[in-house]
């Protein structure tokens, strides 16, 4: 499991499906260097409101992408799955990732999660508001699930009533 390593193994590891899954051909790529734009925050589509996301490369739309995501104190995307890989490593904050089947973990900066294709996951923001990279390997998408395991709505699952 990968969800405890040390910073610079996880961070060849946050990096490595980069070098396969979005590098275009030699002599077709641009570097990219750029600081962090606050007005390029925006909400997501079907996450909690509490989240706010920047996308620094790629098309979450359409392939492979990275992240920037922020969520205030106390922020749930509460248990779903995605159908791409899903790679997280925190920056500020302290996020509290709960895998099916494992242990929840409190991830400080430098933390790494991996949750492959369709495993069922939950994060929050404890402590305060927390910041972290995605990576996703494939277009971004979030199916919510109930606590059988059941897919559910984006309402329901977003809804107070909803238990997570």
Not at 107 to 134: D, E, I, M, N
Request: glycine share 10%.
């Amino acid at each position: 499991m990968l969800i405890r390593c040390k910073i610079p193994a996880a961070v060849g590891l946050f990096f490595l499906p980069l070098l396969f899954t979005t590098a275009p051909a030699q002599g077709d790529a641009k570097p990219i260097v750029q600081n962090a734009v606050p007005g390029r925050f925006q909400k997501i589509p079907n996450l909690p409101d509490c989240i706010t996301a920047a996308v620094e490369r790629g098309d979450p739309t359409k392939g492979a992408s990275v992240l920037i995501v922020k969520g205030t104190s106390g922020c749930t995307a509460p248990w779903h799955f995605h159908t791409p890989n899903e790679q997280l490593m925190m920056i500020s904050g302290v996020g509290r990732v709960e895998m099916k089947g494992e242990q929840a973990v409190n991830l400080r900066t430098g933390g790494f999660a991996y949750a492959p294709v369709k495993h069922v996951h939950q994060f929050k923001c404890v402590g305060g508001p927390c910041s972290f990279f995605l990576h996703s390997d494939a277009p971004f998408d979030i199916h919510y699930v109930d606590q059988s395991g059941n897919e559910i709505s984006t309402e329901q699952a977003l809804s107070k009533r909803h238990k997570t």
